[in-house]
């Protein structure tokens, strides 16, 4: 692992020697960005160097070819001397016994997994499986230290085709001169051939799906590799056209479809392949189902408090704000939930576009609570609209109350939780024509707002997801991302909403589609010996390669400076980290885990 940081002078020297930690006692990072207002800022301690003997690196057991493991933040907390984190997982192919204990839990391996894992050794404590089946998991827990609960939201995908791995020669009906590699699970599909498999769908009613695919470029400059479904009356629907330019990286589809299966008999699944040959690791059709558990903090059992058979995929961080926690859900219907955790009662508010990571915030106007969150972008009438949705607490699944705000035609889908400094709210969208922006709400007017009360600037980057952290200091930090190529870290001012972009140094270590968080402590000034704040900035990249990430800056010089990182054998890491106790955290896509002290 990489120790070096880089260091301007003398003054970087001793900021390292003379730095002056924060004191207190740190509180659990129980929720996604740390606590409610989703500030991201980092209470107590962080580390800006590496003790002896981290970072800890600590593979997560998984089954099967994934790439997609960890894809969610940790929560962390300290109790019994000891401090933890967990960790929500894709843990691949699952084996063993494929009903539930008397637990609630799996006695499997693979599947969809929670880790807990020590943060002081970076031992794995215990690991478990929710459910028997893996995917995509992307909604940050959330963990109740009084309750010693985690709610997790999880999707479950149940797979419809028999051989969605190649991993035998049976199922798939090859056409000519395709041909499957059982020894490495894959096949190699020539230009101008298909291959398909019919499989059955049992149940009469309509079900999400998620098609997920791996494909690779073999000869040719390109090729266009078509999933096509076929259902029981005819008829035809695309599913993903996909156009594939790499031989030496895979191109990865996650495309998510609503009501492709609707009815009981055979489908098939038919993928064609033009201009060029090509190698596919999987193709994988499975049906979504969602649900919220609580899981204790012991991993010993799991309840089931919500659930739906064709929800979505629960994207969004769960919240919780008094007795109620919060989600939503994209391509489910466009809905977002309020679960009542004394009744396990649920409504649902339905918006007119999906929600993505769009995390809620709960705001306080007039003595009245309201629950505030964005949505992707939909058309409307030939016009594109962006909506930040304000529901009241008490009344929250009623559409004749609450209400919204059209940030217009350019602002793209908000795919940030919403921050707050306590006068405003902050969050990201990823914007239209490569082109993404932070905005700024004023939180008293939220439920009657005009153009007047929302300011938005535009990022460095082509898009963000980045929930904005807001310094201490004064400063507010977002990541944003050029594809997977290209990417860092913008700062804009907290007092006057302009960009206060370094003076000096960069913060560009590539694309960061994490949430930055942020430690704000001091250093003696070596010639003056004034106390100077200083931000330390933690995030991950998302590429291959992708680490974790310390920068500083310094908001009276505008100077920033790389500080340290952790080390070559990384890999894609959507997420950023959770901090607790002097101790950070986070996880990538080769199920990974990070613990930095």
Not at 361 to 372: C, E, L, R, T
Not at 528 to 547: E, K
Request: net charge negative.
């Amino acid at each position: 692992m990489k120790r070096s940081f880089k260091i301007l002078g003398l003054v970087m020297v001793l900021m390292m020697v003379f730095s002056i930690f924060s004191a207190g006692v740190s509180a659990a990072w129980d929720q996604y960005q740390g606590n409610a207002s989703h500030n991201g800022q980092i209470t107590g301690t962080a580390p800006t160097s590496f003790s002896s003997g981290f970072p800890k690196d600590v593979q997560l057991p998984y089954n099967g070819s994934i790439w997609a493991g960890v894809d969610t933040t940790p929560v962390m907390e300290t109790y019994g001397g000891e401090t933890y984190a967990y960790v929500l997982y894709n843990g691949g192919t699952y084996n063993g016994s494929t009903t539930p204990g008397n637990n609630g839990l799996y006695p499997g391996t693979g599947g969809t997994r929670m880790a807990k894992i020590k943060c002081s050794d970076g031992s794995i404590v215990k690991t478990v499986a929710l459910y028997k089946t893996g995917g995509f998991q992307l909604s940050t827990p959330y963990l109740d230290t009084a309750a010693g609960l985690i709610y997790v939201a999880t999707t479950n995908f149940y797979s419809m085709l028999d051989n969605d791995e190649f991993e035998s020669t049976s199922a798939w009906n090859l056409g000519s001169g395709a041909v499957i590699d059982t020894t490495n699970g894959y096949v190699t599909i020539p230009a101008g051939t298909c291959i398909s498999q019919t499989f059955n769908y049992p149940l009469s009613s309509s079900a999400n799906t998620q098609l997920t695919s791996a494909v690779k470029l073999v000869s040719g400059s390109s090729a266009t590799v078509t999933y096509k479904l076929t259902k029981p009356n005819g008829t035809d629907v695309t599913l993903k056209t996909l156009t594939v330019t790499s031989s030496n990286n895979w191109t990865y589809i996650e495309e998510l479809g609503n009501g492709d299966v609707y009815a009981t008999g055979n489908y098939t699944i038919t993928v064609c392949v033009t201009g060029g040959d090509v190698i596919i690791d999987y193709v994988k059709y499975s049906r979504q189902t969602t649900g919220i558990s609580a899981v204790d903090r012991n991993l010993t059992s799991l309840t089931p408090i919500s659930g739906t058979d064709v929800g979505g995929q629960i994207n969004t961080p769960v919240m919780k704000y008094g007795n109620y926690i919060y989600y939503g859900t994209y391509n489910g219907g466009n809905k977002y939930y309020q679960h009542n955790l004394t009744n396990h009662s649920t409504v649902s508010f339905t918006g007119n576009s999906h929600f993505y990571w769009a995390g809620a915030i709960q705001v306080s106007v007039g003595g009245v609570d309201y629950i505030v969150f964005g949505s992707d972008a939909f058309t409307s009438n030939g016009t594109k609209h962006t909506y930040l949705y304000y529901r009241p607490v008490n009344d929250f699944g009623n559409t004749g109350v609450g209400g919204y705000y059209d940030l217009g035609a350019s602002a793209g889908n908000i795919r940030s939780t919403i921050s707050t400094d306590g006068t405003y709210l902050y969050f990201t969208s990823q914007g239209l024509s490569n082109a993404s922006y932070i905005w700024r709400v004023e939180t008293s007017k939220i439920t009657n707002l005009t153009a007047n009360d929302v300011t938005s600037l535009q990022l460095s980057g082509n898009s963000s997801t980045s929930t904005p952290a807001i310094s201490a200091n004064g400063k507010i930090y977002v990541g944003y991302y050029n594809g997977f190529s290209t990417g860092g870290v913008d700062i804009i001012d907290l007092s006057t909403f302009t960009m206060s972009n370094p003076t000096s140094g960069t913060i560009t270590p590539g694309p960061v589609q994490s949430s930055v968080i942020v430690y704000s402590t001091t250093y003696i000034d070596p010639v003056s010996f004034a106390s100077v704040n200083i931000d330390y900035l933690y995030f991950t990249t998302n590429m291959t390669g992708g680490r974790g990430y310390c920068y500083s800056y310094v908001p009276s010089t505008g100077v920033a400076s790389y500080v340290w990182d952790t080390g070559s054998g990384g890999n894609y890491t959507l997420q950023g980290m959770a901090a607790e106790n002097g101790y950070l955290s986070f996880g990538n896509d080769a199920n990974k885990f990070y613990v930095i002290h």
